[in-house]
């Protein structure tokens, strides 16, 4: 298990920053199909994607979304972490074997422990591929904890 201590509001600053970074692998599209119920060929057939402007299957743009969820969960503020809002565009088509990278900045600290965060996701090029804010409930109080382990799920 991994530990994870939380940032809680009184401890936020304004220019704070995390970061979190995940390769997206053939697994990842499959799951995430399953998961959300987008079949787009775009994402799960080579020969339908070849047709289109992307020229080769992309990852679904949310999976980048999924993955902000998780920075902010687990990075910046951390455990105990409630969403309000999230504003994102997507600037770029995201690829199997592309490595993201979240990069997550406290723009500014809110009344009643509400917090805008910069929520900017980059390929390994370092070109931005999504570009958003958040809005968050941060943690009232310091709090470390153990993620749990995920089982291994296998794609058949």
């Known amino acids: 298990m991994t530990q994870v201590t939380n940032t809680p509001y009184e401890d936020l600053e304004v220019g704070q920053t995390a970061s979190y970074s995940k390769t997206v692998e053939e697994r990842d599209i499959q799951l995430f199909a399953a998961m959300s119920g987008d079949h787009n060929p ?14 080769e299957r992309i990852a679904h743009g949310m999976f980048s979304g999924a993955l902000i969820s998780a920075a902010v969960a687990c990075e910046l503020p ?38 805008r965060i910069a929520t900017r996701v980059f390929n390994q090029r370092e070109e931005i591929v999504v570009d958003g804010e958040a809005e968050i409930i941060a943690p ?3 709090q470390t904890v153990n993620l749990p382990v995920l089982p291994a799920i296998s794609i058949g």
């Open 42 to 55: 775009v994402h799960l057939d080579p020969e339908f994607a070849a047709a289109t402007m992307f020229k």
């Open 78 to 115: 951390g455990p105990g972490t409630i969403y309000v809002g999230q504003q994102m565009s997507f600037q770029k088509p995201v690829k199997i074997g592309d490595t993201l990278t979240v990069r997550l900045e406290i723009l500014e600290k809110l009344p009643k422990f509400r917090v």
């Open 140 to 142: 009232r109080k310091q």
